[in-house]
């Protein structure tokens, strides 16, 4: 289904050193971030030398493609054991997918991890390759999906894939303590409910291009030369990465030189850090404002929904990637730390509130999906130039929360079900 494969073993199968080597690197750079690992690092933890390692890998890059590479070939093999089988799909062998995909994503919580916020330190080579197959796997799962749903356009079955695979990608992203079986069970019944997501309707009369939020609202005052520098900054830092961005890059997007930038900050990481807590203030503003308005705690969910998304189109996933960088101190680290556990808190303490049945460890890895939704598709530049891109992610997330439906006394596409031929089981 995808061309040429990999060819050397999978990471973690025993009796192969390449593929030791590699699942010991993946966990590594999963945990601490790409540019926090070096080759000395891998061998340590894998009790070799570091020449032992280059007897397999030319580089840390080399090492980076592999990982990726036979990681997606993990997900590819998992669609094709299920779905291959002849004959039309059916929901019960979705169903079977889905279960299978959760087990990976909780079991190797590498393989979607590494391709999902690593794929920019890829070769060129591995990175075409990587685009090349993840194209063929999610047009698989976007005709099996319009096979079940023919009203969905390629797009809207696209959008939804692409979904629900940001909430298998989500178990790599927190340390909930949750038992196995039940986490599992919650990734694969909240991508249940994603693909059975009802995407909004367009509707010009309420729906326009502003409404979208990806639009930068015009300024009547220009901003200061402080306020430029962590905007030009958090713009580099998001398109493409804070080890791959210069003091001079920042300076001359702000449009002064590199060391004029030290007047303002002392360090890229200060700068990195003033990013992140104007990131925090406006998800505090946005919090503020819910707060007022809300009339309840599924309507006040909804609108921190909206509001995330308002302010992530820039700064998607920013303040998790800041714990992963040595150039913070930890102080810095646990700082960043606490921003987001009090942020993702506050959601979980309110869907306990909608969804009571569930107990906070359940509810912490579904805020989690949900998060993850808004952070993984605003990275796609096909998803955010879709013209409701703004409306589509808060329905999503929404769904993936398992908030009922504004619109019906009866909770949105995802309830009551026993296989995907109908929304959702019961969580």
């Known amino acids: 289904m995808t061309g040429t494969r990999t060819t050397a073993g999978k990471p973690g199968k025993r009796g192969n050193r390449k593929a030791q080597l590699a699942a010991v690197a993946a966990e590594l750079f999963r945990a601490r971030g790409y540019h926090e690992v070096g080759v000395t690092d891998i061998a340590a933890a894998a009790g070799v030398t570091g020449p032992a390692i280059y007897r397999h890998f030319s580089d840390k890059q080399d090492m980076l493609g592999h990982i990726v590479l036979c990681g997606l070939d993990e997900l590819v093999e998992a669609t094709d054991e299920v779905l291959a089988t002849g004959g039309t799909p059916s929901p019960e062998r979705v169903d079977a997918l889905l279960a ?26 591995d990175h075409a390759a990587l685009r090349e197959r993840a194209t063929l796997l999610y047009r698989t799962w976007t005709q099996t999906l319009r096979t079940l749903r023919p009203e969905l ?10 979904a629900a695979m940001s909430v298998f990608g989500s178990a790599s992203v927190h340390a909930t303590r949750i038992a196995k079986g039940r986490f599992q069970s919650l990734l694969a019944e909240r991508a249940r409910a994603v693909l059975h997501c009802e995407l909004p309707p367009v509707d010009a009369g309420t729906l326009t291009g502003a ?33 791959e961005v210069n003091m001079d890059e920042i300076g001359a997007a702000a449009g002064i030189s590199g060391p004029s930038v030290y007047r303002h900050f002392p360090s890229k990481a200060a700068l990195f850090m003033a ?9 505090e503003h946005g919090r503020q404002q819910v707060s007022h ?10 609108g921190l929904a909206a509001s995330y998304v308002d302010t992530m189109v820039n700064h998607a996933d920013l303040l998790a990637v800041g714990q992963q960088m040595s150039a913070l101190s ?6 960043l730390r606490r921003i987001q556990r009090d942020y993702v808190g506050e959601w979980v303490r309110l869907l306990g509130t909608v969804r009571p049945e569930r107990d906070t460890s359940a509810n912490r890895v579904v805020v989690h999906a949900a998060l993850t939704i808004a952070n993984d598709l605003l990275r796609a530049r096909r ?8 409306a589509e992610l808060v329905t999503l997330m929404a769904t993936a ?27």
């Not at 930890?330 to 700082?335: D, K, N």
């Open 153 to 162: 356009a390629d797009s809207e079955a696209e959008l939804l894939c692409f």
């Open 383 to 390: 998803v955010t130039a879709r013209p409701w891109v703004r």
């Open 275 to 283: 990013v992140s807590q104007r990131v925090a203030d406006r998800l």
């Open 293 to 302: 308005t809300a009339a309840d705690e599924a309507d006040a969910l909804r």
């Open 330 to 335: 930890e102080a810095e680290r646990a700082e």
């Open 211 to 243: 409404a979208t939020g990806l639009d930068a609202e015009p300024q009547v005052l220009r901003a200061s030369r402080r306020e430029q520098l962590i905007t030009e900054a958090g713009r580099l830092f998001q398109e493409r990465g804070f080890h």
């Open 401 to 427: 929360l398992g908030l009922p439906d504004p619109a019906s006394p009866t909770y949105a596409a995802g309830n009551r079900t026993d296989n995907f031929s109908s929304p959702e089981r019961s969580t």
């Open 100 to 125: 299978t995909l959760a087990r990976l994503a909780v079991e190797r919580r590498e393989l979607t991890a590494l391709w999902r916020t690593q794929r920019r330190h890829l070769r060129q080579e």
